[in-house]
């Protein structure tokens, strides 16, 4: 009901508060409020690399070009509330056809039996004005177990470009990753007896999210 000239109350005067309070915290940077914001990583700028070990000789540089995630994050204060990635494991890519065929099969990654890696986020701790230490499990061939990655943050801003989203330039977070772990803790063993493939695969993560 459209209220009248007589009862509009001091409330109702101003009912439309909220509504103004809640799209200025959507235009203007640095505006949000209170608590965190969704974040979803853009396809598109989502690199997922690694380097492992080939025979003490030098490192195969690799990377899955598919993947996808989402995090809840407050960049002003560091609160993490969860997030994650998902890794499609066929999509390997080492520019190699025989051996990107040996990283799908079971003695690597089984990409029938497990089509995908996934990282949960349990906890984010800054170590500086733009930096953090990112703890999670890694599900990796049925298994689950604790890494850390380090991040930095390289920028919070609107985009440049128009990517659809609020007048068309979203709000956008981008960040660098870094970590490792062993491929032994996930039951992956092949060419270890003969120093053959390393144990240590190092992560290379980078990416840009945008706020929903």
Do not use: C
Request: glycine content about 10%; aromatic content about 10%; overall charge negative.
């Amino acid at each position: 009901m459209t209220p009248t000239r007589n009862n509009r109350s001091p409330q109702n005067r101003l009912g439309w508060m909220p509504s103004l309070l809640l799209a200025l915290a959507l235009v203007l940077p640095g505006s949000a409020l209170a608590g965190t914001d969704r974040w979803v990583i853009d396809p598109d700028h989502f690199a997922v690399g690694f380097l492992v070990d080939h025979a003490g000789f030098a490192k195969v540089m690799g990377m899955f070009l598919e993947a996808e995630g989402e995090f809840s994050f407050d960049p002003a204060s560091g609160e993490l509330e969860g997030g994650y990635f998902v890794i499609q494991t066929d999509s390997v890519f080492t520019n190699h056809a025989e051996r990107d065929d040996h990283l799908r099969n079971p003695d690597f990654l089984n990409v029938e039996e497990y089509p995908e890696m996934r990282f949960t986020a349990t906890r984010y701790q800054p170590t500086g004005d733009n930096t953090g230490r990112l703890s999670g499990g890694l599900e990796l061939l049925g298994e689950t177990r604790t890494i850390h990655l380090d991040v930095t943050i390289n920028k919070v801003a609107r985009y440049p470009f128009p990517l659809g989203g609020l007048f068309g330039r979203p709000y956008v977070l981008g960040a660098s990753m870094r970590g490792s772990f062993n491929r032994s803790d996930f039951g992956m063993t092949y060419g270890l007896t003969r120093d053959i493939v390393g144990d240590e695969v190092e992560l290379i993560i980078e990416f840009e999210a945008q706020r929903q």
